[in-house]
Structures are given as C-alpha cells and as structure tokens.
C-alpha cells in the first residue's frame, strides 16, 4: 500500500475506505497483543476428558479485533498410540481474500520421539499467534493442567495493558522456569542421594543376614548329620539285635517242629494265646489246635486230646495233614491293619506273630478277624504307666500260618 490519508466525506463515492484503513488510525495507539484488563486474558484450560477451554478475552493483531466473550470449548484430536505429540491453541488472523475472518481452533503437532510445537504462519494476509500448547501423551484420554504451557503474554502474544503500553513476560517466564529447574535438580539430587543412603545400608543388612544364614544352616547341616550318622549306628544295632531275637525265637520254633514233640507246640501255641488276645484266638480256632496235634504217636495223642485251649476242651478227631506257610508283614500305620494271603486258604487257619522290627521297647501285637484269606492285626507298644497305644511306626512282623490242605 501507498501513501493513503483519511478521512473524508464522500462526494459521488469519490473517497471510499477499507477495513485496513478503518483500522489504520489506532496504528502507534494500540499495539498487536491480548488486552492485559479483559475477561482472562484468552488463557487455556483442562476441561473434561480430551477437552479444553479458551478463557473470555479480547486481543488486536493485523488492524483487526477478536473478541472471546465466554469460554470457548475445543476438543483435542485422539492421541496417538505409540509417539507424543504438541498441539498448539491458536488465534488466525486470516485477511485473505476467500476467508476475511479471525478465529480460535487447535493446530495439530506431529507425533515424535522428541515432539515439537507445530510451526506457525507468518505472512501477509495470514498470522497465526499462539495462546498454549498441549502436550498429548501417547494413548492419553485425559488432558490435565500439568500437560498446557500457556503461551498469552509471552513473544507469540504480548499483553497489551493501555495505550501505547505492551508488557512481554518472555523473560520473567525463563526467569521462573530457570528457578524451577533449580529447585527441581536440588530436590532430585537430595532423593538419589537419600536413595543410594537407604539402598547401600539395605544391601548391607540383607548381605550381613545372608551371610549369617549360611552360616546357621551349615551349623544346623552338620548338626543333624552328626545325628543321623548316629541314629543310623544305633538302628543298625538295634535292627541286629532284633534279628538275632528272631532268628532264635525262629530256630525254637523249628526245632519244636522237627522234634514233633507235641506238648512243646501246643505250650509255645499257647503262649501266644495269653493276656488280651487268648479269648479271640482261644474261641475262633482252638479245633485248629486239634489238627496240630493229630501227627503224634498214639500216646500222646490219648494223653493230649483231653487238654484244652481256653475255656474250650479238645474233642479231637481223626484229621488229614496240615501245611505251614509264613511271611512278614509291615505295618501300615496306627490301629487295626488288614492282612490279605497271596493266596485264600482252605479253612481259617493258625496263626501266630512276632514283632521283627520295632524302635522302642515293649511292643507287642494283637491278632484278630482271622479266615481264609487273611487276618487283622495292630502293633502296640506298652507305656511304663501299664497303658497301651496304637504304634503307627512301619514295623516288620513275622506270621506263620498251619492251614488243613493246599491246593
């Protein structure tokens, strides 16, 4: 544009002016910026959601004037999924000849591992002036106070306080933000430093209780193999001397067998019928007795046949050969145990056990339930006070069994 002058009336449409001339008279009076005194100076604020709003609020940029008289609401674009992002608020003056308008929208930044504000335009018939950015996370659906750097007052948009009379706040910004950063770093440094403290006597502690741990566990390791190198001599005395107990309580048995003295049988049969379990193996097999003893000379025979087992006489009769069969048996656990032969026999037959394998004391076992194909039994030991309990220990039992026929 030329020299131009105004204004004056119009003879025949002889003087005319344009807007920018309208304008032109405030020029060296009000300088381009956002009025200081008005509404809320045109800041940005978080809304709801991915919203945020523009303050009411007046600014003169290009010879033109805007006016934001009530918040102005604007949406921000859905955030990206793997990059941030900076989009800027912005005021367009656009004096271009297909538009003439002036207006308040979002401008969208590019997505990036560093992101930018977008760039502005700056020419002749279109300005763009920046009120805030907004810094969007990457699949953010929030947009907070802490994510919008209000840019109103800055070099972008100065205020304008009067007449004559705009105020930039650039270096009063910097001036903060520098203070910031100060505070910000001297409290960071304060953190690590307390942080490395607590750590370092952490790692001190936890590797003064390992250590000490180790130590305990090889203390108690050594321990309790002292123990069981003991225990384990002590057992294999014992599980000798038990042995030994057996295997001559069985050559007894198997001498009286061979000797076929019939008396000392029915003594040693006997035997293992007295205190608690005579009533049970008296009453349910004292005519399998009578079968033992039919493999004697006539004399005994007469003489024998009138004993009798319990409360029951013998009332013997001449009867076919028996059969012997023994095994060992370990117990299950506590109480009364079942007992199953490989192989059912023909009649309930005798049978008598002994305790092989015991570690303690005073254990005896209990026989009951006997039939063809097994019987029941249970292990217990005697306490010094008379009493009796079940035994739960894997004791090894002998049994021997004489049954009438084999199949």
């Not at 009453?283 to 009578?290: L, Q, T, V």
Request: net charge negative.
């Amino acid at each position: 544009m030329a020299f131009t002058y105004g204004f004056y009336n119009s003879l025949n449409g002889d003087r005319r002016y344009d807007a920018i001339q309208l304008s032109s008279k405030f020029d060296g009076i009000i300088q381009d910026g956002i009025f200081m005194s008005i509404g809320s100076q045109l800041m940005v604020q978080a809304s709801n959601n991915m919203m945020v709003t523009v303050g009411p609020g007046r600014a003169w940029f290009n010879h033109t004037w805007s006016c934001n008289d009530a918040p102005l609401l604007l949406i921000v674009d859905q955030a990206e999924v793997l990059q941030d992002r900076i989009d800027t608020v912005i005021l367009e003056v656009n004096a271009e000849e297909a538009v003439r308008e002036n207006s308040i929208y979002i401008l969208k930044g590019s997505p990036s591992v560093s992101p930018q504000p977008p760039d502005l335009i700056r020419s002749i018939d279109r300005n763009q002036y920046a009120l805030a950015d907004i810094y969007v996370t990457r699949n953010t659906t929030v947009i907070n106070t802490a994510d919008i750097t209000n840019r109103v007052g800055t070099d972008d948009a100065p205020f304008v306080t009067g007449l004559l009379e705009v105020i930039n706040i650039t270096n009063l910004v910097a001036q903060w933000g520098d203070q910031w950063y100060q505070f910000f770093n001297a409290q960071t440094e304060d953190i690590t430093s307390t942080n490395t403290f607590w750590k370092n006597t952490w790692y001190q502690y936890y590797t003064t209780l390992v250590d000490q741990t180790i130590t305990q566990q090889q203390t108690w390791k050594d321990t309790l193999q002292a123990y069981l190198t003991g225990a384990n001599e002590d057992l294999q005395n014992w599980r000798t001397d038990r042995e030994e107990t057996f295997d001559e309580w069985f050559q007894t048995l198997v001498s009286t067998l061979e000797a076929a003295d019939a008396t000392m049988l029915l003594m040693l049969i006997q035997n293992h019928l007295n205190g608690e379990i005579a009533s049970e193996i008296g009453i349910h097999n004292y005519r399998h007795h009578k079968k033992l003893i039919q493999h004697w000379n006539g004399e005994e025979w007469e003489t024998l046949k009138t004993k009798s087992v319990g409360n029951k006489p013998f009332a013997f009769t001449e009867m076919d050969d028996l059969y012997f069969r023994s095994g060992t048996v370990v117990n299950p656990g506590a109480g009364w145990n079942l007992y199953k032969f490989d192989r059912p026999m023909v009649g309930s037959p005798i049978v008598t056990l002994s305790v092989l394998d015991a570690p303690y004391d005073n254990v005896m076992v209990d026989l009951s339930g006997i039939t063809e194909e097994g019987f029941m039994y249970q292990v217990r030991e005697i306490l010094s006070s008379g009493a009796s309990e079940t035994v739960s220990d894997a004791v090894e039992i002998n049994y021997i069994a004489l049954y009438e026929e084999d199949y």
